[in-house]
């Protein structure tokens, strides 16, 4: 996420090497990683493709175990749905973080969801037609409102890209 793809690569290959036998590694993680290398190469296909090892246990717990992915592969799945354009499936993975706070604790996902949630929703405002665009759009708002009310007891600085960005997309949608 931090834009450089040729040290991801190789920490990646180096974790997959590492730890074979590690089931969160190499369901959770490794997918996670490569979907979001996917997503930087503006691949959004590839990164559900690759996102799909994770689908069957991305909500269990491994008992004795800090099982600690923050659902980082959902939010990257519902990125990847967003670059693809669809709006409704993107709205379904951020709500399955919101929905699973007991697995996110405090990690950043939280938050960001509620900011994808609301890019999702306005996305489908615009792809829809009559009461199903309204009500996206009424969706988005109050998932915008909501991640800049969260927001304000954060970090001061007024100039971060993804706070100046969350802020410009809620004054369009208005």
């Not at 979001?36 to 296909?45: G, H, I, T, V, Y």
């Not at 309204?134 to 969706?139: C, I, L, P, S, T």
């Not at 007891?153 to 007024?158: G, H, V």
Request: glycine share 6%; charged share 20%.
């Amino acid at each position: 996420m931090a834009g450089d793809t040729a040290q991801a690569e190789s920490l990646a290959q180096d974790l997959g090497k590492r730890f074979p036998l590690d089931t969160q590694m190499q369901s959770l993680w490794l997918p996670a990683i490569q979907a979001q290398l996917a997503l930087d190469r503006k691949n959004p296909a590839v990164a559900l493709s690759t996102l799909q090892a994770a689908s069957p246990i991305e909500l269990g717990n491994i008992p004795f175990v800090i099982n600690m992915s923050c659902l980082y592969h959902v939010y990257v799945r519902g990125e990847a749905y967003l670059a693809a354009g669809q709006g409704s499936a993107a709205a379904a993975e951020f709500q399955k973080i919101l929905d699973h706070s007991g697995i996110v604790w405090n990690c950043w996902t939280g938050a960001l969801a509620h900011l994808g949630a609301a890019r999702a929703n306005a996305l489908q405002s615009r792809t829809s037609q009559g009461a199903d665009a309204d009500a996206a759009r009424v969706r988005a708002l109050a998932a915008y409102k909501y991640f800049l009310t969260l927001w304000k007891d954060a970090d001061p600085d007024p100039d971060i890209p993804i706070l100046r960005e969350a802020k410009t997309e809620y004054a369009k949608l208005q």
